[in-house]
Structure formats: structure tokens, C-alpha cells
């Protein structure tokens, strides 16, 4: 018999009013965590050592980014493209043009374990037709196009902490799959990891902690949920709002300079997207930033390795 999951709930960190908050990433180098508003296209950034937070605007919607190996640059993810974003000049640089001519946008990504970029777009047109798919950056800055299932919604992209597996989902089908990640970048044995069983919610952004657990925002659910390496859940974060998106694991529990680089705090980012007038009303911490202190710890995620020409 299968031990119950331990319960807790989050706990409101920053009053965001996010539209789309995503993209959730610590960076273990400054020890600061940065997020995004896709809607908003801006990036936010919160320091927890003086609980300041800042942003800066890009030109698109900024679906998703990663941190680069060189501190100035920040590889973003804009709804049509790639771009380097330099964070002192406010400049982009165009890498490569995503999915140019169809109706989809980039969505969720994040670095696998060799700092290569891995994302996949979502379909533009409200009907959730499987059109989608998901790629790779090299440090080339060469872009290729992955053998998995083309999806809806593009979601959950994760790396296991010695690289090997990778997790991804299409949202609307409710199911988090993992295949074989090679370093040289092959795949295989694609798989299903785990089904949502809830009456409600469909899988969102997800982080992976030191043991190998998957750790899942779960859109319209008010919850994360820590899965096991087997696919079995064994945590549950309750979260005030109904549409968290995305989590990371980072340091500073609570917002607080505690001097500790322990990776222990979950950060939640959330959304009021899709909400009309009366559920807003009702959800009033919609679209802000949540945290839980955690029992387990994180991994240090790595900084893609590629650099501007």
C-alpha cells in the first residue's frame, strides 16, 4: 500500500498581477529568481536578499528564456523567435525565426543537462489541434526539430538530474511523458510517466528536485504535485490561486536573506489569463508569485552555453 502524500499549501511571496506568469528559473549565480509575464512581454526579476523585483520589456510576447553562461545575456523564447536579450543595453538579437508561416507560438522550454535549449511552441488557434512540436538549440545556435509527438500545448519540459530522462507533455491530454535523453541529443523509449487522476487541472511547467522527483504546476487545479522517478505522486502543494503555471526550486526561504544557499524554497508563479470578470473577483491572488519551504532540495539548473555572434 502506497504511503499517503504529504500535504502543504504555498504562501503568497509577490503581489505580481501577472497576466501569464511563466518561466519560473532560479539563478544560482546571483541568487535571484526571474519569471515571466508572456502577455505583458516583460521579464521580472526578484532579488530576496532586499525583496526588490524589476523588469524589462522586450519587443514580443516573451514566452519562455533561459539563463546564459555569459551574465549579460538572457536566450529568450519571444512568441515567433529566438533572441539573445542583452540585460544592460535592453537589445535583442535575432537567432532564428520558430515555425515561421503557421499559427502556433513558442511556449515552455528549458536547458538540458549539456546547456543545449529545449522548448516546444503551443497552437495559436483556440481549437488545440496537435500541430505544435519541440526543438533544440545548440550552442551553435543551430536549431532542430525533436522526434516526439507533435502537441497542442506544449508543457513541462524538464531533465532528470543526471540528464538522462527528459519530461514533457501536451497539456490538454492530462499526461506527463518522459523518454531517454542522450548526451548526444538522441531519443528514445518515449513513454508515459504519469496521468493526472484529479477531477480538474491539466499539467503545466514543471522543475525536478536533487532525488529525481518531478515537481508539476497544474493549470486550473490550485496545486503542484511532487511525482516520484517511478511516476507515483508523493507531495502536494495547495496553492491560493486556481491557474499556477510554473516552478522553480531556489534559496532565500520566504523571501528572506537567511544567508542559506541551500536550494529549499519552491517558487509558483500563477496566472489570471482566461479568467473572466466574476472568477477574477473571486481569485484575487491570480497572476502573483507563491512559495513553500521545501524538505527536499534542488538542483542547480544549467546556463545555456551558447553566446551571441
Request: aromatic share 8%; glycine share 10%.
Amino acid at each position: 500500500m502506497s504511503a499517503k502524500p504529504r500535504v502543504q499549501r504555498a504562501t503568497l511571496l509577490l503581489d505580481a498581477q501577472c497576466e501569464l506568469g511563466e518561466g519560473a528559473s532560479w539563478c544560482a549565480r546571483s541568487g535571484r529568481f526571474y519569471w515571466t509575464d508572456i502577455e505583458g512581454a516583460r521579464l521580472w526579476r526578484y532579488d530576496p536578499a532586499d525583496g526588490s523585483s524589476d523588469s524589462f520589456d522586450l519587443p514580443e510576447r516573451l514566452a519562455t528564456f533561459a539563463l546564459c553562461e555569459n551574465p549579460r545575456y538572457v536566450l529568450v523564447g519571444l512568441a515567433s523567435q529566438l533572441a539573445f536579450f542583452d540585460l544592460e543595453t535592453r537589445s535583442t538579437q535575432r537567432i532564428v525565426d520558430v515555425e515561421p508561416g503557421m499559427n502556433t507560438r513558442v511556449n515552455d522550454g528549458r536547458c538540458d543537462r549539456q546547456g543545449r535549449f529545449v522548448f516546444g511552441t503551443k497552437d495559436e488557434s483556440g481549437q488545440r489541434q496537435t500541430v505544435a512540436g519541440f526543438y533544440r538549440l545548440n550552442h551553435d545556435l543551430s536549431l532542430e526539430r525533436l522526434p516526439l509527438p507533435a502537441p497542442a500545448i506544449s508543457n513541462s519540459i524538464a531533465f532528470s538530474p543526471d540528464g538522462a530522462t527528459m519530461y514533457y507533455c501536451d497539456s490538454p491530454t492530462r499526461e506527463i511523458r518522459a523518454c531517454d535523453y542522450r548526451a548526444d541529443g538522441s531519443i528514445a523509449n518515449d513513454r508515459m510517466f504519469t496521468r493526472l487522476t484529479d477531477a480538474n487541472g491539466i499539467p503545466d511547467g514543471s522543475t525536478v528536485d536533487s532525488e529525481g522527483g518531478l515537481w508539476n504546476a497544474q493549470w486550473g487545479g490550485a496545486r503542484v504535485v511532487r511525482y516520484g522517478p517511478d511516476g507515483v505522486e508523493t507531495e502536494r502543494i495547495d496553492v491560493p490561486t486556481t491557474q499556477p503555471s510554473c516552478v522553480a526550486i531556489g534559496g532565500a526561504a520566504l523571501g528572506q536573506a537567511t544567508g542559506s544557499t541551500q536550494l529549499d524554497t519552491l517558487y509558483i508563479t500563477s496566472a489570471y489569463a482566461e479568467l473572466d470578470a466574476t472568477a477574477r473577483a473571486a481569485d484575487t491572488l491570480a497572476g502573483d508569485v507563491f512559495v513553500a519551504a521545501l524538505a527536499r532540495r534542488g538542483v542547480v539548473e544549467p546556463l545555456f552555453q551558447g553566446a551571441p555572434i
